[in-house]
């Protein structure tokens, strides 16, 4: 577990503080046992690099490119593996039945995997939903959460008050708004930020399988 960027320990320490208010409470370590208590914990909170980025909200990467900011979650494979299957249906159709029913199906093939891989895309990169990067460290346990919040409960990870309907994932440990599911071939949860894209993206690759079968018969 690394820091980068920040000029010396003291500004380290600054930052453990945030996330550890319980260390150091009573002045007897220095900056380099804090330093070394923190590293030896589970690293479920990351600090951010001297740029500023990657940085991350529980298991969920956030990376810039281009201007914007990608959210990555720790079920990235499985984001793989769904382009693998995608690209390959629609690679086969493109190369080995379009050609015998004429340049239009190709063309078609190349659009409707193209769409089909742009909108998996917007849903895999963009933000589910996430309340608080602020985190008190508690070095346990992630707690399960079963049922959405009604608007009472404390999240003791994120320490926040949870909104109604938000729920804070197992797998990605932290708080995600509106959560609907947590879907690992979308890498990460589903919610207030990326529930639009996500029925977007199975509306459109669900037409591509209606297209698809229909050219083949």
């Given at each position: 577990?690394?820091?980068?960027?920040?000029s010396?320990?003291?500004?380290?320490?600054?930052?453990?503080?945030?996330?550890?208010?319980?260390?150091?409470?009573?002045?007897d370590?220095?900056?380099?046992?804090?330093?070394?208590?923190?590293?030896?914990?589970?690293?479920?909170?990351i600090?951010?690099?001297?740029?500023g980025?990657?940085?991350?909200?529980g298991?969920?990467?956030?990376?810039?490119l281009?201007?914007?900011?990608?959210?990555?979650?720790?079920?990235?494979?499985?984001?793989?593996?769904?382009?693998?299957?995608?690209g390959?249906?629609?690679?086969?159709?493109?190369f080995?039945?379009?050609?015998?029913?004429?340049?239009?199906?190709q063309?078609?093939?190349?659009?409707?995997?193209?769409?089909?891989?742009?909108?998996?895309?917007?849903?895999?990169?963009?933000?589910?939903?996430?309340?608080?990067?602020?985190?008190?460290?508690?070095?346990?346990?992630?707690?399960?959460?079963?049922?959405?919040?009604?608007?009472?409960?404390?999240?003791?990870?994120?320490?926040?008050?949870?909104?109604?309907?938000?729920?804070?994932?197992?797998?990605?440990?932290?708080?995600?708004?509106?959560?609907?599911h947590?879907?690992?071939?979308?890498?990460?949860?589903?919610?207030?930020?990326?529930?639009?894209?996500?029925?977007?993206?199975?509306?459109v690759?669900?037409?591509?399988?209606?297209?698809?079968?229909?050219?083949?018969?």
């Amino acid at each position: 577990l690394f820091y980068f960027g920040l000029s010396d320990m003291s500004e380290v320490a600054s930052e453990l503080q945030c996330v550890m208010p319980e260390m150091s409470a009573d002045g007897d370590h220095g900056v380099q046992e804090d330093v070394e208590a923190f590293a030896a914990r589970s690293p479920i909170f990351i600090g951010v690099s001297r740029s500023g980025y990657p940085r991350y909200y529980g298991r969920i990467c956030c990376i810039r490119l281009f201007g914007q900011e990608w959210y990555v979650g720790p079920h990235w494979y499985c984001s793989l593996i769904m382009t693998a299957v995608i690209g390959g249906i629609g690679s086969g159709y493109i190369f080995v039945i379009a050609p015998t029913t004429g340049s239009t199906q190709q063309v078609g093939g190349v659009v409707i995997t193209g769409l089909s891989l742009a909108m998996f895309y917007r849903c895999v990169l963009k933000n589910p939903g996430i309340l608080s990067a602020e985190r008190r460290w508690d070095g346990g346990a992630i707690p399960e959460q079963n049922f959405p919040s009604t608007g009472t409960r404390r999240c003791n990870v994120c320490d926040i008050v949870q909104p109604q309907g938000t729920l804070h994932c197992e797998f990605c440990d932290v708080c995600i708004s509106e959560w609907d599911h947590h879907c690992p071939w979308t890498s990460k949860c589903i919610g207030a930020g990326n529930l639009n894209e996500f029925y977007t993206f199975l509306c459109v690759n669900l037409s591509s399988v209606v297209i698809i079968c229909f050219a083949t018969v």
